[in-house]
């Protein structure tokens, strides 16, 4: 058995720079046609010379030329004539709340402070990409922002607001409720829960923040995925770390060697539900001019490897029932 | 400023055996006049000949000599011949779910399944000790142990249960509803959250099971604590791993070199309330005889060791408001 994708998109991608970019960057280049790249770098991509630099050394690594990365541009105070000139060149702006994940230390702690720019981007229709959690207990963080997306919504209305990386049952409630909300779902959020992190032995390689949730808010996020709701994307927060550093605690999982096969399992048969959730609607909600990219996923099973260059995969070494053509 | 605290006891120690009880056994020794010694060992102390061993082995390595390690059994189907002979011998008998915790495999699945093993402890007047969670996920765990907890102590009135280790605001009030229901409640417990293990980066040295709760937990917990409910006693469940385990995700928190700082950290003042805590309500609730012990804290800052043996200690290099005379 195997199908077909039509022009895969992962809407949340971390790459990194240097070795580590050089690493996992095949990964991500061979399955998907385009990825939305975040600027959380030391110092954070927040200027276009940064931002330009940044994606000549993605494009520079690709083996696989047939991959587009959207860039994006670390939030702060830009004015009208920055962001006129980005315009064309970034695909949206991410607000991180100060120090709530990694290299996050120079983000936001006031969101008013921030108006001017939400109108100019407004105004030249650049969409804002929002890591939404407060600086609360780890496991209200989330439903804690909430009102903050809702401020946002009713202030901006014609301000394209993605939620990143929803992970609990009241954020999968409020994309429904704005028709400029938008959200974006990972792979270990829709499939995994704190279970997976702390249920049997502590396991780091399901260490991230937003932290894996309860059983009740992946069922609600299973839901929201399996029905194809037009504003919910595929956005996979891959974000790899080396070892000695998850091993000291850092927060993310690297996820996209498993991510074509893993969808492949949780859609099961329902491809046109997979080809929406993983590109359909990202193109539609922002016209996005992906150049086509077909790519095969075959029902053989699959190793995942142990490692890839110093970092683990999510389920490394497992055996998968999925993979993709030509991959691993 | 210092003060005297008369014949503090842990009601619930793991110090498990060889070169690793070596290096942990002082700590607990020169805190404490007494501690109630954890059975889940390797395999496990489950007969009269293992626990005499074992508690031979604990006395042959004390150099402090006033230390009198109160032993438990675990639960298995043991006749009443087997519990008239271990009677003397034992404080309690410990129940383990399968596979819940550290060295649990050979746990109870079924609890009626032992009801006759708790008809003789009753007649016998042999406490029974509950690591009690269910196999739920992770944060439920406890709490779904409840009703088990209400259906013994209705079942056996006169047996006396131990409510080991509570760490949710449900069993914190379910203890002051049966008069045979006892709880201990740990350091960690008592003045941590799942913030302290995951809210910043992943950090090991706070994984334990039942894992750190909420905020709003560990507020009723200490409310418990505070008011001196005279079935509340202290249980460290300091539970040592080496650090080469703790990296690959083993459970437990070692805390015994702290135990006594950090609670008069956190009764600052009260001594009375400090003493009832750390012994009065153990004596009282179980008339124990313990030699008499004074052990003196005093108000000057004290920084916890690195590293005791192969162990990180908790809160490792971090300076404390209290030390114990003659200690570290």
Redesign the interface.
């Known amino acids: 058995m195997s199908f077909k994708l039509d022009t895969p998109i992962d809407m949340h991608l971390h790459l990194r720079e240097g070795k580590l970019l050089k690493d996992v960057l095949q990964w991500s280049a061979e399955q998907f046609a385009a990825g939305v790249i975040m600027p959380n770098l030391v110092p954070p991509v927040d200027n276009m010379d940064r931002l330009r630099k940044y994606r000549k050394e993605i494009l520079e690594n690709l083996k696989e030329k047939q991959f587009t990365p959207l860039m994006t541009l670390f939030l702060r105070h830009y004015s009208y004539r920055e962001l006129e000139e980005a315009k064309g060149e970034i695909f949206s702006i991410k607000l991180y709340p100060k120090g709530i994940t990694t290299n996050s230390e120079k983000g936001v702690s006031s969101i008013e402070e921030f108006y001017p720019v939400f109108e100019i981007m407004e105004e030249l229709e650049i969409p804002l990409s929002v890591h939404g959690e407060t600086n609360g ?3 209200d963080r989330e439903r804690e922002f909430a009102p903050i997306y809702i401020q946002l919504a009713e202030r901006f209305p014609k301000l394209k607001i993605i939620m990143e990386h929803i992970s609990t049952k009241e954020l999968a409630e409020l994309v429904r409720d704005y028709p400029n909300l938008y959200a974006t779902v990972t792979l270990h959020h829709l499939l995994f ?3 997976d ?8 390689h399901f ?1 991230c923040k937003p ?1 894996l949730k ?2 009740v808010d992946r069922a609600v996020l299973q839901r929201l995925v399996r029905e194809g709701h037009p504003r919910v994307m595929f956005g996979s927060d891959s974000a790899p770390h080396i070892l000695r550093d998850k ?5 993310g999982v690297f996820s996209a060697p498993v991510a074509l096969p893993l969808l492949a399992h949780f859609f099961d048969g329902d491809w046109k539900g997979l080809q929406r959730f993983i590109s359909d609607n990202a193109r539609r909600n922002f016209n996005l001019q992906i150049p086509e990219k077909e790519v095969e996923i075959l029902e053989i099973p699959w190793e995942v490897p142990h490692i890839v260059g110093e970092v683990i995969p999510l389920l490394a070494g497992e055996r998968l029932r999925f993979r993709v053509r030509g991959i691993g």
């Open positions: 207990f780890v496991l829960t704190l279970d992190l702390a249920g049997g032995r502590l396991n780091p260490f932290i309860t059983p091993l000291k605690g850092a927060a």
